[in-house]
């Protein structure tokens, strides 16, 4: 289904910047947008599924957490640390629990809603999902990050798998949290996870990580995937419901951008800020305890306007990413796409 449809893809973005008006005003123009069903309830998820059908009969996905193992870790010390963060922004930390986020009650709705596509992150579902959403007429897609991972993937029933390089930002799609390196597990840019993963299963890729042109397109058609995912190119678009701040910041253009587990627990890549710097080293792997833990923190100071302990997603190159209305943003990119294309050929004499 996806593979029929424009080869560009929203990427679903948890947290509020992926709203039913971006994803169906993507999908509106033959290209598929994602909600991002991390962090919601069931009932909220239910209204999106709903509000998005009110404003396309175009297909679209859902993208579903799968919740990991309890991490038995320590996690005093950083209860401490982030206690103090609190207390400069005049709030209470939160509590540092563990959940699923209601990952099967939302695997019954979108069974209920026969969502057209259903992408997961953080794991693979089980093969026994997998064959439910298939006897639904549901596509599923798996986001992967090495070609060990694909394969898991593929033999639990994936039609799809979006490999992620580690170019992207927010959270990095590992299976396995890795607490020994920064990144969760090994560090792949896009295309050469692309072209590994292809040269491993015989399944259609969506390449995900720091693309934000239609040059960007073409180099991943060309590298062996079906499509290309943008989730940094659509936060500054007119329907995202990216933070003002986080908006100002991506403008700016001038932070770097680093994996962090300081807000969440798992590694994630976003623009460098005081939290991130003084942070990351004392984070532990344990997530979602410190996403729960640091939300308050995160949410007092986006509502005091200081981006200096706000979750910054972004990916490497989202100094390049152009504020438009998303409809406009997927006729650029393909435009820019088939530009880049004829001008490859051109250079190779064709």
């Given at each position: 289904?996806?593979?029929?449809?424009?080869?560009?893809?929203?990427?679903?973005?948890?947290?509020?910047?992926?709203?039913?008006?971006?994803?169906?005003?993507?999908?509106?123009?033959?290209?598929?947008?994602?909600?991002?069903?991390?962090?919601?309830?069931?009932?909220?998820?239910?209204?999106?599924?709903?509000?998005?059908?009110?404003?396309?009969?175009?297909?679209?996905?859902?993208?579903?957490?799968?919740?990991?193992?309890?991490?038995?870790?320590?996690?005093?010390?950083?209860?401490?640390?982030?206690?103090?963060?609190?207390?400069?922004?005049?709030?209470?930390?939160?509590?540092?629990?563990?959940?699923?986020?209601?990952?099967?009650?939302?695997?019954?709705?979108?069974?209920?809603?026969?969502?057209?596509m259903v992408s997961f992150t953080f794991g693979a579902p089980e093969k026994a999902t997998v064959q439910r959403l298939h006897?639904?007429?549901?596509?599923?897609?798996?986001?992967?990050?090495?070609?060990?991972?694909?394969?898991?993937?593929?033999?639990?029933?994936?039609?799809?798998?979006?490999?992620?390089?580690?170019?992207?930002?927010?959270?990095?799609?590992?299976?396995?949290?890795?607490?020994?390196?920064?990144?969760?597990?090994?560090?792949?840019?896009?295309?050469?996870?692309?072209?590994?993963?292809?040269?491993?299963?015989?399944?259609?890729?969506?390449?995900?990580?720091?693309?934000?042109?239609?040059?960007?397109?073409?180099?991943?058609?060309?590298?062996?995937?079906?499509?290309?995912?943008?989730?940094?190119?659509?936060?500054?678009?007119?329907?995202?419901?990216?933070?003002?701040?986080?908006?100002?910041?991506?403008?700016?253009?001038?932070?770097?951008?680093?994996?962090?587990?300081?807000?969440?627990?798992?590694?994630?890549?976003?623009?460098?800020?005081?939290?991130?710097?003084?942070?990351?080293?004392?984070?532990?792997?344990?997530?979602?305890?410190?996403?729960?833990?640091?939300?308050?923190?995160?949410?007092?100071?986006?509502?005091?306007?200081?981006?200096?302990?706000?979750?910054?997603?972004?990916?490497?190159?989202?100094?390049?990413?152009?504020?438009?209305?998303?409809?406009?943003?997927?006729?650029?990119?393909?435009?820019?796409?088939?530009?880049?294309?004829?001008?490859?050929?051109?250079?190779?004499?064709?």
């Amino acid at each position: 289904m996806i593979v029929e449809r424009l080869p560009i893809v929203a990427a679903p973005m948890a947290g509020g910047a992926s709203t039913p008006e971006l994803v169906a005003a993507v999908s509106a123009t033959g290209a598929t947008g994602f909600l991002a069903a991390g962090y919601l309830s069931e009932d909220a998820l239910s209204e999106q599924i709903a509000r998005t059908r009110e404003l396309t009969v175009e297909p679209f996905g859902v993208n579903l957490f799968v919740p990991g193992a309890r991490n038995p870790a320590d996690l005093s010390a950083y209860v401490e640390r982030v206690g103090d963060e609190a207390q400069r922004y005049g709030v209470e930390p939160g509590s540092p629990h563990w959940d699923d986020d209601d990952y099967q009650a939302k695997v019954e709705l979108v069974l209920a809603e026969r969502v057209p596509m259903v992408s997961f992150t953080f794991g693979a579902p089980e093969k026994a999902t997998v064959q439910r959403l298939h006897a639904t007429g549901t596509e599923v897609i798996v986001t992967v990050t090495t070609p060990q991972e694909a394969r898991t993937a593929v033999d639990v029933g994936a039609d799809v798998l979006c490999v992620q390089g580690s170019d992207a930002g927010g959270h990095r799609s590992v299976f396995e949290d890795d607490a020994d390196t920064p990144g969760g597990g090994t560090l792949l840019g896009t295309l050469s996870a692309v072209r590994l993963v292809a040269a491993t299963v015989d399944v259609p890729l969506i390449a995900a990580g720091g693309l934000v042109t239609g040059a960007d397109v073409a180099a991943v058609l060309s590298a062996g995937a079906a499509a290309a995912q943008f989730g940094t190119a659509f936060l500054l678009a007119d329907e995202a419901g990216t933070a003002p701040t986080q908006r100002d910041e991506l403008l700016a253009g001038t932070r770097d951008t680093a994996l962090t587990r300081a807000f969440s627990g798992r590694p994630a890549r976003g623009l460098v800020n005081r939290f991130l710097t003084e942070q990351s080293e004392h984070a532990p792997a344990a997530y979602p305890q410190l996403h729960h833990l640091t939300r308050p923190v995160r949410g007092a100071a986006g509502k005091a306007g200081d981006p200096e302990a706000m979750s910054l997603w972004a990916g490497q190159t989202y100094s390049l990413a152009r504020p438009l209305p998303a409809a406009e943003l997927v006729r650029t990119l393909a435009d820019e796409a088939r530009a880049a294309v004829g001008d490859a050929q051109r250079r190779l004499g064709g």
